[in-house]
């Protein structure tokens, strides 16, 4: 994975000092940690099951090639959040990035993620991605909430189309983001 200059960083939440920076390869079993030690609410949601060992080598291997792009939130040496840039190969949607983020329910509300969605949006960027959608449950209220404040505009409702860890199906909630004008709001 190749080193970004631009980091590390580090920002003051909650009165901790959290650093933001990309997530290394070594990083699989400190992600494995955080993920283990998410709620059962949380993990209720997640598009990918990140406790799983294998699904965390695939996300590794994604960083590295390139197609995904993830900075990690660091505290005590644990990771308490991340925000990922999630990119497929199909061409057709190569103008569009998908954003994830995660932060520890013990840092929820101090702007953590909008920090860690920033990142993103950068990168997206950097990209010249046009555009970022975030997909949740329809019934994820404050994560719906959350992605409005940072500019998020829902675009679509598909009916029954995610089903969560208790095999109970969701209406999937599309919301998206215009990258271009990013910067314009800086
Ligand atoms: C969604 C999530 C990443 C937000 O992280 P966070 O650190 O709490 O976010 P911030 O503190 O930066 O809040 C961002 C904005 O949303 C608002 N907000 C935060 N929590 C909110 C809530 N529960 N309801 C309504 N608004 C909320 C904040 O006031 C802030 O707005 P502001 O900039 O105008 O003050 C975090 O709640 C989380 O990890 N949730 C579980 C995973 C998830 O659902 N991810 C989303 C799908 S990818």
Same mark, same amino acid.
């Given at each position: ?21 990309? &997530?290394? /390869?070594?990083?699989?079993? +400190?992600?494995?940690?955080? =993920?283990?030690?998410?709620? /059962? ?16 080598? @695939?996300?590794?291997? #994604? ?8 900075? %990690? ?5 644990? %990771? ?13 949607? !190569?103008?569009?990035?998908? &954003?994830?983020?995660?932060? *520890? ?18 990168? *997206? /960027? ?8 975030? !997909?949740?449950? +329809?019934?994820?209220?404050? *994560?719906? *909430? ?6 998020? !505009? +829902? ?5 029954? #189309?995610? %089903? ?9 909630? =599309?919301?998206? #983001? ?5 910067? @314009?709001?800086?």
């Amino acid at each position: 994975m190749k080193a970004d200059k631009a980091y590390p960083k580090t920002v003051k939440i909650a009165e901790k000092t959290i650093t933001l920076r990309p &997530l290394l /390869e070594e990083d699989g079993k +400190a992600i494995l940690d955080f =993920a283990r030690s998410l709620p /059962e609410e949380d993990l209720l949601f997640l598009s990918f099951d990140i406790t799983d060992e294998n699904v965390v080598k @695939q996300w590794i291997k #994604y960083v590295k090639s390139g197609l995904w792009h993830t900075i %990690i939130a660091e505290n005590d040496n644990k %990771i308490v959040g991340h925000a990922t840039l999630l990119r497929t190969e199909q061409i057709w949607t !190569r103008h569009l990035g998908e &954003l994830i983020i995660l932060v *520890a329910p013990e840092l929820r509300g101090h702007g953590l993620g909008s920090k860690l969605a920033f990142e993103i949006f950068k990168k *997206a /960027e950097e990209l010249k991605l046009m555009k970022l959608v975030a !997909r949740m449950a +329809a019934t994820q209220k404050s *994560a719906i *909430a959350v992605f409005e404040r940072l500019g998020f !505009r +829902a675009e679509a409702l598909l009916s029954d #189309y995610v %089903i969560d860890r208790k095999g109970q199906t969701h209406d999937l909630l =599309a919301m998206s #983001y215009d990258v271009r004008g990013f910067t @314009q709001n800086l």
